[in-house]
């Protein structure tokens, strides 16, 4: 156990519809990641969070956008969702955000779109 | 950009023997992490290693060894007297000063009795 929590675990949606996912860092962690793994681009980094502040941004579609709270826990908000959405995301955290730190992902949640 | 390469397919491997797993990578930073990730079936990502482009010594975390080369810019991971529960994806991934994490396609690992 990474110490990570995501909710929910699964979920499935109708295309065009929006979905929030939730993540939870471990105790002491400032920084918080999202990734997105599907099989055709493997694993991608989508956005960071820095103490309720964005800090970096990768491959992060326009119809998605996060938030990191007061109390560290972070959300994930996907909207006008199409087929090729489908993926499992992940969060992880890290105490900082200096390079080299390790991140500890939480168990993922795996998004199905219909 | 940050780029890993995981090339080899799938690989059987007898319990109890040793496995290496290849990656190489490209960056142009100096300062940079290279980690190994396990993936079981299950689906979570469970970090197994880390070496720092400035460490002078391999890594080794229990069974887990990484064979760092920094010339040839190439970050192995060895697993020693292979369990049945080593079965499971592998990723090299590396993050340089912005932390982001960039990851390779992974090695597929099949532990066989």
């Known amino acids: 156990d990474s110490g990570v929590t995501q909710t929910p675990k699964h979920l499935i949606t109708a295309t065009g519809q929006r979905v929030t996912l939730r993540c939870s860092p471990r105790?002491?962690?400032?920084?918080v990641y999202w990734y997105q793994q599907s099989l055709d681009q493997g694993l991608q980094f989508l956005i960071q969070?820095?103490?309720?502040?964005?800090?970096a941004k990768g491959n992060i579609l326009e119809r998605f956008s996060a938030q990191q709270f007061p109390d560290l826990h972070s959300e994930l908000n996907l909207s006008s969702l199409e087929l090729g959405d489908s993926a499992l995301y992940f969060c992880?955290?890290?105490?900082?955000?200096?390079?080299?730190?390790?991140?500890?992902f939480g168990p993922g949640t795996r998004l199905l779109v219909l | 950009a940050q780029k890993i390469t995981q090339t080899q397919p799938g690989m059987f491997v007898q319990e109890k023997e040793a496995v290496t797993l290849d990656c190489t990578y490209d960056?142009?930073?100096?300062?940079?992490?290279l980690f190994w990730y396990k993936q079981p079936s299950s689906g979570e990502m469970i970090f197994l290693i880390y070496?720092?482009?400035?460490?002078?010594q391999n890594a080794t975390e229990g069974r887990y060894s990484l064979n760092f080369q920094k010339a040839r810019k190439s970050a192995n991971l060895v697993i020693s007297a292979s369990q049945l529960g080593d079965s499971a994806m592998y990723f090299c991934?590396?993050?340089?000063?912005?932390?982001?994490?960039?990851f390779g396609k992974g090695n597929q690992v099949v532990v066989i009795p």
């Open positions: 070496q720092g482009s400035y460490d002078e």
């Open positions: 105790s002491g962690d400032l920084s």
């Open positions: 991934a590396m993050n340089p000063e912005s932390n982001r994490l960039a």
């Open positions: 992880a955290s890290s105490v900082t955000w200096t390079g080299g730190e390790t991140q500890y």
């Open positions: 969070y820095y103490n309720g502040e964005e800090r």
């Open positions: 960056t142009s930073d100096q300062s940079y992490g």
